[in-house]
């Protein structure tokens, strides 16, 4: 199999440059098997109702796993897990092994120790080039505290607060 050309390199590239969280999607399969894909595409889409939104690759090895899924759970990583991060991120293994796991709405896996989770049914789905968007309805969140884990330039990393000069 072929990497990306140099045009989408270089295109990846820029778009590293633009900071985000890190997340790991999990889902249950047709078949009743849990599935999870670390994600950084992630964002709300609406408040009123509530929407939010991810991006799965057709070359994604979980592909499969999310194709007639009604259900999906988007668990946001702290600083410290790193370690799911990358379990999730690659194929092989089996990534939910020695976690402690709770169901959510429609059976998905919640994973423990993160910052927030959002239980979602699919509402919608479109195509847009070499992705699939999922747009999801929030039925159930929780937050927790902690410090987030960062991706940038394709690289993890951890927030470091400033002071505010504006603080009032």
């Not at 072929?2 to 778009?15: H, T």
């Not at 849990?34 to 994600?39: R, S």
């Not at 009604?70 to 600083?79: K, S, T």
């Not at 169901?103 to 423990?112: A, C, E, F, T, W």
Request: glycine share 10%; charged share 20%.
């Amino acid at each position: 199999m072929n990497g990306p050309s140099a045009a989408e390199r270089a295109l990846r590239d820029a778009l590293g440059q633009f900071a985000t969280g890190v997340t790991v999607v999990t889902t249950v399969t047709a078949s009743g098997e849990p599935a999870g894909i670390t994600v950084n595409s992630f964002t709300s889409l609406s408040l009123t109702p509530p929407l939010v939104l991810w991006n799965l690759s057709r070359k994604s090895a979980n592909w499969e796993a999310f194709q007639d899924v009604e259900h999906f759970a988007v668990n946001v990583l702290a600083a410290d897990q790193e370690p799911m991060a990358l379990a999730f991120a690659h194929p092989g293994g089996d990534p939910f092994a020695g976690l402690e796991v709770e169901k959510g709405l429609g059976g998905v896996p919640l994973l423990p120790g993160v910052l927030a989770q959002f239980e979602c049914e699919v509402r919608n789905r479109y195509q847009g080039g070499d992705h699939e968007m999922l747009i999801g309805e929030v039925f159930d969140y929780r937050e927790f505290d902690g410090e987030p884990l960062l991706f940038y330039r394709g690289n993890f990393g951890r927030f470091r607060h400033h002071t505010r000069p504006w603080k009032a």
